[in-house]
């Protein structure tokens, strides 16, 4: 597939700009949502529209060079925060357990790692989960800030539900013009004791890492849709998210797999048929769901599961 990330890493910027498309990576063409064993560049659409009912400048090219595009239809991406649902205070805490930083709704806790520096056992989880959509230099959150199990939006308060304090995160530019690489921040317990690294419905320890391949089958625990399976459809892609009020970031280098979450399991660790973790869940659309590599997540953190 060399040559097709070549065209996605050459036309990705151009492509992003033509009206209705969120998302370019690679993979196999589909018929009717079926992968064919054609590779092709998957150009992602809120919705498909017919060619004549769009501007000549904004219809998708059929080949990119030698290489063909498939257009897939999946909605517009938003991040997987709000509208929690029964979910509770669980000690000790288990990845796919409600968490959040003090000022958000919730997202999902999504697993033990170790800092590479430190050796000290951190909860992994996003940046807009733990803190708080920051940049860095906004306000949103800083170091030391209450991190809370259930998180607020499933009643967690610091009096009651303090499990671990804002440790590191990666900022997230919403510029349109920095790519982001992930989404992604740890927090440390206040108690070692307080958490456990199995993931919940899942009875496993996460057994290292592995790249997503187009067609690998994944799983995830989330706090709002529990354990969920499915296949990946795209990598390598380069998508805009939205992150409420009017803010959008673009990341590269994303996986896509079908529908498999929703609000609330933003933060939720993706794991193949071996258990080794394969990616970071960021958000989704009403048929699709994106991830950071895990790899470029622990990297970034400077953190290993």
Do not use: W
């Amino acid at each position: 597939m060399r040559h097709v990330h070549r065209a996605v890493k050459q036309n990705k910027h151009s492509l992003l700009r033509l009206k209705n498309v969120v998302g370019v990576g690679v993979g196999y063409k589909e018929r009717h949502s079926v992968p064919t064993e054609e590779k092709a560049l998957m150009v992602c659409v809120t919705r498909k529209i017919a060619e004549g009912n769009l501007p000549h400048e904004h219809v998708i090219p059929k080949h990119v060079g030698k290489v063909a595009t498939d257009v897939v239809e999946v909605g517009e991406f938003k991040s997987y925060q709000e509208m929690p649902n029964r979910r509770a205070s669980v000690r000790p805490a288990r990845p796919g357990v409600s968490i959040g930083h003090e000022s958000i709704t919730c997202g999902t806790f999504g697993a033990l790692v170790r800092d590479n520096k430190t050796r000290q056992v951190l909860i992994l989880s996003n940046n807009h989960i733990l803190a708080n959509l920051t940049n860095g230099n906004d306000g949103r959150s800083q170091i030391g800030d209450p991190i809370l199990q259930p998180g607020p939006g499933d009643g967690g308060t610091v009096s009651e539900a303090l499990i671990g304090t804002l440790f590191r995160y990666v900022p997230i530019f919403y510029d349109n013009t920095t790519v982001n690489k992930v989404d992604a921040a740890v927090a440390l317990p206040t108690d070692r004791r307080l958490v456990d690294g199995k993931i919940l419905g899942l009875t496993v320890r996460p057994r290292g890492t592995e790249d997503g391949v187009v067609a690998m089958r994944v799983y995830k625990s989330g706090a709002a849709s529990g354990v969920t399976s499915g296949r990946i459809r795209i990598v390598d892609l380069t998508v805009r998210i939205g992150y409420g009020f009017g803010e959008t970031a673009i990341f590269e280098n994303q996986i896509l797999t079908n529908k498999m979450a929703g609000p609330g399991d933003s933060g939720s660790l993706l794991v193949n048929g071996g258990k080794k973790a394969v990616g970071l869940l960021v958000g989704g659309s009403y048929n699709a769901v994106i991830y950071n590599p895990i790899k470029n997540v622990l990297r970034l953190l400077d953190v290993s599961i």
